[in-house]
């Protein structure tokens, strides 16, 4: 499975950015997740979306901020950023595995990954 990313840059605080994640796969066995790693911290789950039922799931902290969307005919995910903050900032990565076991918040649990890419929202 690749994964695409795009959509990242530089936002002031209060603004929007959408990520967009383009995946080679499509099976009704695909999860696919958004996660962020801020400089000097682990790689932390932001929320994740079951292809074939649409079920969506978040963390705490980005919940009313976020939202988490995908197009079925471009095989791609989005991840929506409302209200951003500076510590926001990081590299953004999407994710996908295959599985029957609902949406995982570890990345441990995922089995591909894009390449990343940057938001930094300045105060």
């Known amino acids: 499975v690749q994964l695409v990313e795009s959509g990242g840059g530089l936002v002031q605080a209060g603004g929007s950015l959408r990520l967009s994640c383009a995946a080679s796969?499509?099976?009704?066995?695909?999860?696919m997740g958004w996660f962020r790693q801020a400089p000097g911290k682990e790689r932390e789950f932001l929320g994740g979306?079951?292809?074939?039922?649409?079920?969506?799931r978040y963390a705490d902290d980005v919940k009313g901020r976020f939202t988490i969307s995908r197009d079925n005919a471009k095989d791609s995910v989005y991840l929506q950023m409302n209200s951003l903050k500076p510590e926001d900032t990081g590299v953004y990565y999407c994710?996908?595995?295959?599985?029957?076991?609902?949406?995982?918040?570890?990345?441990?649990?995922?089995?591909?990954w894009g390449q990343g890419t940057q938001v930094t929202v300045s105060s």
């Open positions: 979306i079951s292809w074939s039922s649409g079920n969506v």
């Open positions: 796969l499509r099976s009704f066995s695909l999860i």
């Open positions: 994710a996908a595995v295959l599985s029957d076991t609902g949406i995982g918040t570890s990345r441990y649990e995922y089995d591909y």
